[in-house]
């Protein structure tokens, strides 16, 4: 499970179905066309959804940062020019086009005006979209199955060289903190909500409930992955 996780862009998450237990937005919000998610959306929601886009920005900016740093080393590597091939040209352009991609990246800002649920989900897609581009190098040159080209093997020596497997090890402990860190920033949220508030977020309080009593089937992985999915998702109607 954790393994598997480690390699799903989270944005694949987002494809995951809701599952019976989570709390269905209720027929009266659905039919509510007119209203804008600004009115319809209690502040104390707004205030959970911001804090698992902040996580999930900087679980986000913390891979581009260790992935770019790599990329870019393994280029200065003497031992990507021990080749003189198209094909190492080619696997120079790949790391080449990711460390220019990854530094923008982490350099672009969301604009204040910008900063509501809709656009947030687009940006941290956009960030998540260059990321699976080193990950898919990676996943490639990395594989114990496939028949890699001398040139793929060459990058893989830089990549060990450069702290890939180290990468993936801190990968695998900072995904489970990243999860873990919504079940915890959920719970203080329950916690904190005020009478009129909890009234408003009763679904959400029943889920809490259900959780806490062990009747949700599912551990705290599992249930930090469907809470992401629900405070962090593309809102049609913002
Ligand atoms: C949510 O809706 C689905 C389909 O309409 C239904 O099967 C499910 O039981 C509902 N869940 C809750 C918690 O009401
Ligand atoms: C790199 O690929 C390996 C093998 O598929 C995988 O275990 C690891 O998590 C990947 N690392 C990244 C950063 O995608």
């Given amino acids: 499970m954790l393994k598997k996780l480690s390699l799903l862009p989270f944005a694949l998450l ?8 989570m ?6 919000e659905e039919s509510d066309e007119d209203n804008s998610r600004e009115n319809r959306v209690p502040e104390s929601r707004k205030r ?15 891979r581009l940062e260790r992935s770019h740093k790599i990329a870019k080393d393994v280029l200065a590597d003497p031992l990507m020019n ?18 220019k991609e990854s530094k923008e990246a982490l350099t672009i800002a969301l604009p204040a005006d910008k900063n509501d649920q809709q656009n947030r989900f687009f940006f941290a897609l ?22 890699l080209t001398l040139e793929q093997k060459v ?13 993936n090890r801190e ?34 309080v029943a889920v809490w409930n259900r959780y806490n009593k062990k009747e949700v089937g599912m551990d705290k992985i599992e249930f930090g992955q469907r809470l992401f999915t629900i405070f962090f998702q593309y809102e049609t109607k913002a």
């Fill in 82 to 99: 021990s080749i003189n091939s198209p094909a190492m040209e080619e696997e120079k352009n790949v790391l080449k086009k990711y460390v």
């Fill in 14 to 21: 987002l494809l995951i179905q809701f599952s019976t237990c």
């Fill in 126 to 147: 956009g960030k998540d979209f260059v990321l699976e581009n080193f990950n898919r190098f990676n996943r490639t040159r990395a594989s114990t199955t496939e028949k």
């Fill in 23 to 28: 709390p269905n937005r209720s027929s009266a």
């Fill in 48 to 62: 959970i959804e911001a804090l698992v886009y902040k996580d999930y920005l900087n679980f986000l900016n913390y």
């Fill in 171 to 204: 990968l695998e402990l900072r995904t489970n903190e990243f999860v873990y860190s919504i079940v915890d920033g959920f719970d203080n949220y329950i916690k904190t909500l005020t009478p009129a508030e909890r009234e408003k977020e009763q679904e959400l």
């Fill in 155 to 167: 990058s893989w020596e830089a990549m060990k060289k450069h702290g890939i497997l180290e990468y």
